[in-house]
């Protein structure tokens, strides 16, 4: 059985592996990959062809492994990485409001993976079993 914090963990990935893979099923087939990487280019994120694909497939994979709890640090580092670049690159010159287009929306997402990716995981997680040093006491 769950306890809260386990539980509050697996909610909180569940959410934010979602949000992610949503993300990036966007970049993949909603708008395609071309259009990432032109969209990319004229925000002038450098290497637009690489970054399209780092943050495709690091917000597809990354959202799949956040939902099963495998790899958290790695995972939530490689995402937070993600979404610094989509503050200054796409973000930070309209403000912080998401209405506006600011960097409210990404910073939240960056303050959710610090919550998930470096606490230990609870039962619910991967993490829990294959990684001892990750395991947390069921609570």
């Not at 934010?16 to 395609?32: A, C, D, E, P, R």
């Not at 709890?69 to 309209?94: K, N, Q, R, T, W």
Request: avoid cysteine; aromatic fraction near 10%.
């Amino acid at each position: 059985m769950l306890g809260i914090n386990s539980g509050a963990h697996l909610v909180a990935r569940v959410i934010l592996g979602y949000i992610f893979v949503m993300h990036g099923w966007q970049k993949l087939s909603t708008n395609g990959i071309d259009a990432t990487k032109g969209m990319f280019d004229q925000m002038g994120v450098p290497a637009p062809d690489l970054a399209a694909y780092y943050a495709t497939w690091v917000e597809l994979i990354g959202g799949v492994l956040l939902i099963v709890g495998l790899a958290l640090p790695l995972v939530a580092i490689l995402l937070i990485a993600d979404m610094i670049g989509a503050i200054f690159y796409a973000h930070i010159d309209h403000g912080l409001w998401s209405m506006n287009g600011g960097y409210e929306f990404p910073l939240a997402l960056i303050a959710g993976l610090i919550a998930v990716g470096f606490v230990k995981s609870g039962p619910a997680a991967i993490d829990h079993y294959i990684l001892p040093s990750r395991r947390a006491q069921v609570s």
